[in-house]
């Protein structure tokens, strides 16, 4: 009995199991189809190097040839990741170091003096994809603070660390830590110096305000970026050493998730650079997302209305670099320059400095 009974069920097994074979087959068959049509299999990159009164005038050839290069070989080193099928959270964190490795940028080596010539580090990463996001202020000894803002991201409960806290993460999370005259660079002592001297002018006659020109632009060289993957996944990180002279463990909006970094599928990836405070007002970079989701603005749109209204209105200056989720790239800035480059799915690239120049 207990033979035959057996034996039904065998049977039953694979007769219940040829029904939906074809079930199966057909239903490979549909997302085969739909594997055929859906992915755009786009993807792009688009990074900063800082933005402000960034004149040709000021320049020599050579400078401009060093920037331009290095702009360009942390640009592919992104796009290689991507192209190879990576994802945009490692192209957008590679790419980063390669600019937070030269000293040309503010951001690692080359990272602009506190008023008591100390470096102290910001940086923030976010995946479009989770929204998940990872961040870090006032770091003195971690080499690459963007890969500490991706721990901080992925092994802790956080989005946000600072100062001493944030190095003792660094350490137990094994990330390579530097004597902090790792990041002295003679010519960002001499702006410090410069700032000073501006400074105590300022003080004397006490007529105007604290922020001028010199002030303001001497800390060039904030880095960011921007990435989608192919699997339209956005992703967007910002590192910077922040302004020159900054005083009280003063931190900008480089770490502020949608102030300096901000990225979401459904909108577009953003990385900010300028002047921090009024970058925390405007939310800059959600702002630029808000206005893409609710408003259905187009990325260029969405930037130019942030970037030449809002932000020029309350009376600051900078600029960001934000691709979309098919692929579109905006930069857009209202100071003298901005240090950018793009590359897309076909291995375009555009490397600039100047205003009106591609
Ligand atoms: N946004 C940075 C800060 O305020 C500086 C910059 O991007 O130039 O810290």
């Not at 590679?94 to 010539?117: H, R």
């Not at 960011?224 to 009280?248: E, F, P, Q, Y």
Request: a neutral charge.
């Amino acid at each position: 009995m207990k033979k035959l009974a057996f034996l039904i069920a065998f049977v039953g097994f694979f007769s219940c199991k040829e029904q939906p074979k074809e079930t199966v087959e057909t239903s490979i068959r549909e997302v085969q189809k739909e594997e055929v049509k859906k992915p755009e299999e786009t993807f792009g990159i688009a990074i900063h190097g800082g933005a402000g009164t960034i004149l040709k005038k000021n320049m020599t050839p050579e400078k401009e040839t060093a920037y331009k290069a290095k702009l360009e070989e942390a640009i592919k080193v992104g796009h290689a990741i991507l192209k190879n099928g990576g994802t945009s959270m490692d192209a957008v964190q590679k790419t980063i170091n390669v600019l937070e490795d030269s000293p040309l940028f503010n951001a690692g080596k080359g990272a602009v003096f506190t008023s008591k010539g100390t470096n102290e580090m910001d940086a923030s990463i976010m995946d479009g994809n989770s929204l998940n996001a990872g961040a870090v202020a006032g770091v003195t000894t971690v080499k690459n603070p963007i890969n500490l803002a991706r721990e901080v991201m992925v092994n802790s409960p956080h989005v946000m660390l600072s100062g001493k806290g944030a190095e003792q993460f660094a350490k137990e999370r094994d990330l390579e830590l530097v004597n902090p005259s790792y990041f002295f660079t003679e010519d960002r002592m001499k702006s410090l110096e410069r700032v000073k001297e501006v400074e105590k002018a300022k003080e004397a006659n006490k007529t105007v305000a604290f922020y001028d020109s010199v002030i303001k632009d001497a800390k060039f060289g904030t880095v960011g970026c921007v990435a989608l993957d192919i699997r339209g996944n956005l992703a967007a990180g910002t590192s910077t050493g922040g302004m020159t002279n900054k005083k009280w463990n003063r931190i900008g909006d480089s770490p502020i998730i949608g102030a300096g970094t901000y990225a979401n599928n459904a909108t577009c990836a953003v990385s900010s650079t300028g002047w921090g405070e009024y970058f925390i007002r405007g939310m800059v970079a959600y702002d630029i997302s808000a206005l893409v989701e609710y408003k259905g603005l187009s990325l260029k749109d969405a930037t130019k209305e942030v970037i030449q209204k809002k932000l020029t209105k309350l009376g600051g200056t900078g600029g960001v670099v934000a691709i979309d989720s098919k692929g579109n790239v905006s930069m857009d800035f209202n100071t003298a320059g901005m240090y950018r480059a793009t590359m897309n799915a076909d291995g375009e690239l555009t490397v600039g400095i100047y205003k009106d120049e591609e």
